[in-house]
């Protein structure tokens, strides 16, 4: 399984980016998936997650009303919309994969890691 995330960049705050990570292998549909990131210096925290069907979905206090996680499982795609960006959302950005049928919230139950995407917001 690879997961390839896209869509990073330097914005100004308010602005909007809209993130995608795409999952090659066969069993994309049976995942949960998560956007995660990390600021230097700091630990990988949970942002979004969502479940195999999109049905369930779960957001850090700090985003919810501003971020939207969504999938389509016939693309194989997990897509984060960040609205409202704001400085303290600076952060190296992960998509993830979990072969559970159960959220996870903790960057230690997630078994496929993309690369990060940077996203950089300024005052």
């Known amino acids: 399984v690879q997961l390839q995330a896209s869509g990073g960049g330097l914005v100004q705050a308010g602005d909007s980016l809209r993130l995608t990570c795409e999952v090659s292998?066969?069993?994309?549909?049976?995942?949960?998936m998560a956007w995660f990131r990390q600021a230097p210096g700091k630990e990988r925290d949970l942002v979004a997650v969502?479940?195999?069907?999109?049905?369930?979905?779960n957001y850090a206090d700090s985003v919810k009303g501003r971020f939207t996680i969504s999938r389509d499982n016939d693309q194989q795609t997990v897509s984060l919309q960040m609205d409202g960006l704001k400085p303290e959302d600076t952060a190296l950005y992960y998509c993830?994969?979990?072969?559970?049928?159960?959220?996870?919230?903790?960057?230690?139950?997630?078994?496929?890691w993309g690369q990060g995407t940077q996203v950089t917001v300024s005052s």
């Open positions: 993830a994969a979990r072969e559970d049928y159960e959220l996870g919230y903790t960057a230690s139950v997630y078994n496929y």
């Open positions: 292998g066969r069993r994309f549909g049976l995942y949960v």
């Open positions: 969502i479940d195999w069907g999109g049905y369930n979905k």
